[in-house]
C-alpha cells in the first residue's frame, strides 16, 4: 500500500498536468511547441531515472530511497506551482519525472522481497489495480481544480497524499540489507542516454521554429544520434550494462520492443492531444475535458484482466494485431470529429482505442519476455518498459511538431482560397458586417472587423484540421506496426 501510494500520487500528477495546458499555454502565451515540454519532460525524465532503480536499492534501502524520492516530487510540485515562467515549470516537471522513475521499479522490487511467493499476485493485482485507477482519476481531478481555481492548484493536490506516503514509507518500507553489497553502476553510460534523449528530443521540438537543417537542429539531431550509439556500444561493452542490449538480438523480443515503443507513442501522445483537443476545438470546460476520458479508463480497467486471459487462449501474434487495429480504429474515428461532435460520441470513440490498447499491452509482454531465456529475464522487463516510456515522450514530442506542421499547412491553404471570386466568404463577410452594423459598429471598422472574423474563422479550421490529421497519423502508425507484429509468437501464451 505504501508503495502503491507513492507511484499513484505522482502517475495522478502526471495525467492531471495534461488537462492544464490550454490554461498554460495562455498564462504565459506559448504555443504548443513549448508547452508540450510538460509531457515530454517528465516522461523522458522517468525514462531516464527508471535505471537508476536497482542502484538506488542496493546502495540506500528501499525506505530511504522511497522517502527521498518522494522529497524530490515534492520539491518539484512546489517549483511548478510557483514557476515565473515556462522554463521553470519544465524544470519542475523534469523533477517529479525523475523521482516517478525511481519510485516505481522501487515499488516493485519492494513487493517482491517481502511478500512469500504465493502472496506476489495478490499483492501485485493491488498494487497494479491503484497504478490504473490514478490516471482514471488525474484528469477528472485536474479539471475540476482548473474549473474551481487555477492550474497552479494542481501542483498543491498531490502534496497531502505524498505527506502520507513519507510518513508511511518511514514506518513500514524495508531498510537497506547490511549485508548487501552497492550494485556497480555505469555513470558513464547514463550520462550517455539522458544527452541523447535530451539532444534529440530539443532537436524534434525546435526543428519547425529554427528549421529543419539549420546549424543548431543539425547539432543536436547529430549530437543525439552519436550519443545514442555510443551508448549502445558502451552498454555492448560494459560488465554491468544499465540496459543489457543482448536481449534485443532475439528477433521476437525485437519486434516485441518495437511493438512498445509504438505502444508507449500512442498512448501518451493520445492521452495528451485528446484534453488539448476538446477544449481547443470543441471548447469544452477542463472538467468536461476530464470526463470525456473516464469511461475509457474504466473501460481500461475491467478489461485489462480479459486481455491477459486472450493471451493465454489464442496466439500473441493475433492478440497483438487485433489490438492493434481496434486502437487504430479508434484514432481513426477522432480523426473524424470536430467542433460539432457531441461529448458522448467523443467518449466512445477514446474508449474504443483504449481497450485496444488493454488488449495489446499483456500480449506484447508476453511474447517480449516468452522469447529469452531464464536468466535473462529480469534484463528483458527492465528494457521493455524502458522502450515503452521513450516511447511516449518521443510519441508526443512527434506528435505536436507534426499537428503544428499540417495546421500551418492547412493555414496556408485556406487562405490561399479566401479571394474576391469565393462567393462563401462574401456572403460570410456581408453577414458579419450586416451584424456588426445592426450593433451599432462605425462604418469604418465594418469592413476590418468582418476580416478579422473571417481570419479566425480560418485559423480555428486550419487547427481542427491539424488535430485531425494527428489523430489520422497514430491510426497508420498503428496499421503499420503490424508488420513487426507478425514476428511475435504464433504459440498460446499459456503452452
Known amino acids: 500500500m505504501t508503495g502503491m501510494m507513492g507511484a499513484m500520487v505522482m502517475i495522478l500528477s502526471s495525467t492531471m498536468v495534461n488537462v492544464a495546458v490550454p490554461s498554460i499555454m495562455g498564462t504565459y502565451g506559448v504555443g504548443q511547441s513549448e508547452a508540450q515540454w510538460m509531457a515530454t519532460a517528465f ?59 525511481v519510485v516505481q521499479p522501487l515499488a516493485m522490487v519492494t513487493i517482491f522481497k517481502v511478500f512469500p511467493l504465493e502472496q506476489r499476485g495478490l499483492a501485485l493485482s493491488v498494487y497494479g489495480g491503484g497504478i490504473m485507477i490514478a490516471p482514471i482519476l488525474g484528469p477528472i481531478v485536474g479539471g475540476i481544480t482548473i474549473d474551481a481555481s487555477s492550474w497552479r492548484e494542481l501542483f498543491f493536490i498531490p502534496l497531502p497524499i505524498a505527506g502520507i506516503a513519507m510518513l508511511m ?41 529554427d528549421g529543419w537543417f539549420s546549424d543548431r537542429i543539425m547539432i543536436l539531431g547529430g549530437g543525439g544520434i552519436a550519443l545514442a550509439t555510443a551508448f549502445v556500444i558502451s552498454q555492448l561493452r560494459a560488465e554491468a550494462p544499465i540496459l543489457n542490449c543482448q536481449v534485443f538480438k532475439h528477433r521476437q523480443f525485437a519486434a516485441a520492443a518495437a511493438l512498445g515503443f509504438v505502444f508507449g507513442a500512442g ?28 469511461p475509457a479508463g474504466l473501460v481500461v480497467m475491467c478489461f485489462f484482466p480479459i486481455g491477459g486471459k486472450l493471451v493465454d487462449n489464442f496466439a500473441a501474434r493475433y492478440v497483438t494485431m487485433f489490438g492493434l487495429a481496434v486502437f487504430a480504429f479508434g484514432a481513426a474515428l477522432l480523426s473524424g470529429t470536430d467542433v460539432n461532435t457531441a461529448f458522448w ?29 531464464p536468466e535473462q529475464l529480469n534484463n528483458g522487463s527492465g528494457s521493455i518498459n524502458f522502450v515503452r516510456l521513450m516511447g511516449g515522450a518521443f510519441g508526443v514530442n512527434t506528435l505536436v511538431v507534426f499537428m503544428e506542421q499540417r495546421t500551418e ?75 513487426p507484429a507478425m514476428m511475435l509468437g504464433g504459440e498460446k501464451g499459456r503452452r
Open 169 to 209: 514509507g518511514a514506518i513500514f518500507m524495508p531498510t537497506r540489507d547490511p549485508d548487501a553489497k552497492p550494485l556497480p553502476f555505469d555513470w558513464t553510460g547514463y550520462a550517455l542516454v539522458a544527452g541523447a534523449l535530451v539532444c534529440l528530443l530539443t532537436a524534434i521540438a525546435n526543428g519547425q521554429r
Open 409 to 483: 499547412f492547412h493555414a496556408i491553404s485556406l487562405t490561399a482560397t479566401q479571394t474576391a471570386g469565393n462567393a462563401s466568404s462574401r456572403e460570410l463577410l456581408d453577414m458579419v458586417s450586416s451584424l456588426l452594423h445592426g450593433g451599432g459598429v462605425p462604418d469604418a471598422v465594418l469592413q476590418p472587423g468582418a476580416l478579422h472574423y473571417l481570419g479566425r474563422v480560418v485559423e480555428a479550421q486550419a487547427q481542427t484540421m491539424g488535430f485531425q490529421d494527428g489523430f489520422m497519423v497514430i491510426a497508420v502508425v498503428f496499421i503499420l506496426a503490424l508488420i
Open 267 to 294: 498512448n501518451f501522445a493520445s492521452t495528451y492531444i485528446i484534453p488539448v483537443f476538446v477544449q481547443t476545438v470543441q471548447n469544452f470546460t477542463p472538467t468536461a475535458s476530464g470526463l470525456v476520458t473516464a
Open 43 to 101: 516522461l523522458a525524465a522517468m525514462t531516464a531515472s527508471q535505471l537508476l532503480g536497482a542502484w538506488v536499492i542496493s546502495v540506500f534501502g528501499p525506505r530511504v530511497g522511497y522517502i527521498g524520492s518522494v522529497v524530490i516530487f515534492t520539491v518539484g510540485s512546489i517549483l511548478g506551482a510557483s514557476a515565473p515562467n515556462i522554463d521553470i515549470l519544465i524544470l519542475a516537471r523534469v523533477i517529479q519525472g525523475f523521482a516517478a522513475g
Open 345 to 373: 460520441i467523443l467518449a466512445f470513440f477514446v474508449v474504443i482505442g483504449r481497450l485496444g490498447q488493454s488488449i495489446m499491452l499483456p500480449a506484447i509482454n508476453v511474447s517480449a519476455l516468452k522469447a529469452l531465456p
